[in-house]
């Protein structure tokens, strides 16, 4: 119940177009989803984050798409650039766990130029 | 704001040595500091969590007399990889967590044993 599925591996996309990461996950007491980027040999970067009150937050070329009733949410890169080309992970933590973040397995994106 | 640091950024050292590895939120006073480990190509696994003050708290299978985790201070946390082996090389990595719900990591830590 603690899982945080996340979909798909790897995506490969051409510059200028949009990717989208998907997670998914069980435990309706997650009140937290974050998104982090990682490049080789670097820790997380913390993305961007949302809280379940609302169904969506942008932050420049990322957002986030929430889907409580499904239990789902998303990110979507807008006009992907190569520098995009990194590892991203989505996270769900609540309060009943000291905030430990549950991760999800991984997205390797390419954006090739 | 909300910038973590970690030294050294890498370490090899010979086997059944131990190495500490230190944790610090530079602009921010971490009430809750996390301890991961990370394989090439995988997801962070969550070694422990630490509390200003109070034992570390360890995830199932983390041996704690192996890892030996002290936060000191609310602006410092340390590993230390007692009596290291080459199965304990990886990229370790901290993250620190203030009154919200943020998580911050740090850049990490590249251990190797030889």
């Known amino acids: ?113 | 704001g909300a910038v973590v640091s970690q030294h050294p950024s890498r370490v090899i050292c010979k086997s059944g040595t131990s190495v500490k590895i230190e944790c610090r939120s530079l602009d921010f006073q971490a009430t809750t500091m996390f301890w991961y480990r990370q394989f090439p190509k995988q997801s962070l696994m969550l070694m422990a969590t630490s509390n200003e003050g109070s034992k570390a708290t360890y995830e199932q299978g983390v041996e704690k007399d192996k890892f030996l985790i002290n936060h000191a201070s609310l602006t410092l946390s340390t590993l230390t990889v007692t009596s290291a082996h080459p199965e304990d090389s990886s990229f370790y990595i901290c993250s620190a967590s203030g009154k919200k719900y943020e998580q911050y990591f740090g850049p990490g830590t590249r251990l190797t044993v030889t």
């Not at chain 1, 969506?56 to 979507?76: C, M, P, V």
């Not at chain 1, 080309?85 to 996270?91: N, R």
């Open chain 1, 1 to 113: 119940q603690q899982q945080v599925k996340q979909s798909p591996q790897s995506l490969i996309v051409q510059k200028g177009g949009i990717s989208i990461i998907n997670c998914a996950y069980e435990n309706t007491a997650f009140d937290y989803f974050p998104w982090y980027q990682q490049f080789p040999g670097k820790g997380p970067a913390l993305l961007i984050a949302i809280r379940p009150d609302v169904s969506e937050k942008k932050e420049g070329r990322f957002t986030i798409s929430f889907n409580k009733s499904a239990k789902q949410f998303s990110l979507h890169i807008m006009d992907s650039q190569p520098g995009d080309s990194a590892t991203y992970f989505c996270a769900a933590s609540w309060a009943g766990s000291a905030r430990q973040l549950t991760f999800g397995s991984g997205t390797q994106l390419t954006v090739l130029p």
